[in-house]
């Protein structure tokens, strides 16, 4: 009779390696490909043949990911909660994510913590960054070292990532130029405030873009740019808005949509000014239900960080690549009725 206990033999087939590799992999041995490694072990288990995995070779896969500094802690608990995802997952498949959270979004923090992920021996690297010549330049030297990139949230076209997860900021921008025409009646002035230009300048592009078409000339509309700190959306709202008393929108492309909305009541103004805000924050709903804010645009964020990862593991583990260079999750307009 036939035994059906698996052999080096059936299981280097059923990986695909040689005899001399899956040897190697069983007996913990140095000298294989850790993606290859994470394969071999995955199937002999799943095959039934036990593996005593050693310390320093489990888990083989390590995968890099790098978390910004947000000023809402909102942000950073929903990438914890895409990341806690995907490693539940990964856990029973030999992979470990080895997850640095930035102290600051300067240039500096970025490379530093990508050094510490190479020094670590990360085999893919997911990560949100600014799109400036430095990170494009630091992407590459990923690439060079053969670590596939992908991105998050924010993207870096012009870079060497695969491919990028996250919103149609364009298009975001875009509806939200829409919204702010249909609400305003067509009738006033704009401001537009921004943390960061590098990292949502093409929310602004959109936004900007739609109400040209709309017949708006860029008179009509101006943006600031607050770094996402309270005290400057509010002190710069306060400001324009009574300076500029033709101002009857604000977009927020960006966080701190509560130091906006302290600053128009700080102004105080007679006239109402709409403002329309990105992401369903347990501020920006409660808001939206009091009817400060006219619409939310919400997108999946936690689902960003966990596609990423996903595929990233897919190219790692299986040689699947991404299909395509971008990923887009959807984008929601929340009305004050749907909270």
């Known amino acids: ?5 698996p052999t080096i033999r059936s299981i280097a087939a059923a990986a695909g390696v040689s005899r001399g590799t899956v040897d190697r992999v069983i007996n913990n041995r140095a000298h294989v490909n850790p993606a290859v490694r994470a394969r071999v072990q995955r199937i002999a288990r799943e095959m039934g043949y036990r593996i005593a995995p050693s310390e320093s070779d489990s888990p083989a896969l390590r995968i890099g990911v790098i978390v910004p500094q947000w000023e809402l802690p909102y942000f950073t608990e929903q990438t914890r909660r895409g990341i806690s995802q995907a490693a539940r997952l990964l856990g029973t498949h030999e992979v470990r994510l080895v997850v640095e959270e930035l102290r600051s979004r300067s240039n500096e923090e970025y490379i530093k913590r990508c050094e510490a992920l190479l020094e670590q021996g990360v085999r893919g690297l997911v990560i ?3 799109d400036n010549v430095v990170m494009q330049a630091e992407l590459a030297r990923f690439q060079d070292a053969g670590i596939p990139v992908m991105t998050y949230n924010s993207d870096i076209p012009q870079s060497a990532r695969l491919c990028f997860v996250g919103q149609n900021q364009i298009q975001c921008g875009r509806i939200a130029g829409g919204l702010m025409h249909m609400a305003m009646a067509g009738q006033g002035n704009i401001l537009i405030v921004t943390g960061n230009m590098e990292f949502h300048r093409r929310r602004v592009d959109g936004f900007c873009s739609r109400l040209g078409e ?4 860029s008179d009509r509309f101006e943006i600031v740019e607050c770094y996402e700190r309270y005290d400057l959306t509010h002190d710069t709202v306060m400001r324009y808005v009574r300076s500029h008393p033709t101002v009857t929108g604000i977009y927020m492309s960006t966080e701190n949509v509560l130091g906006c909305l302290d600053g128009i009541t700080q102004a105080h103004v007679r006239r109402h000014i709409h403002v329309i805000a990105n992401d369903l924050t347990p501020t920006n709903r409660k808001m939206l239900r009091g009817g400060r804010l006219d619409f939310v645009l919400e997108q999946e964020f936690s689902a960003q960080v966990y596609e990423a990862i996903m595929m990233l593991y897919d ?7 991404p299909r395509t260079s971008v990923k887009y999750v959807s984008t929601t307009v929340i009305t004050p009725e749907m909270v």
């Open 1 to 5: 009779m036939k035994s059906n206990k």
């Open 128 to 130: 949100n960054a600014p």
């Open 315 to 321: 190219l790692l583990m299986h040689d699947r690549k």
């Open 214 to 217: 709309l017949g708006y000339t």
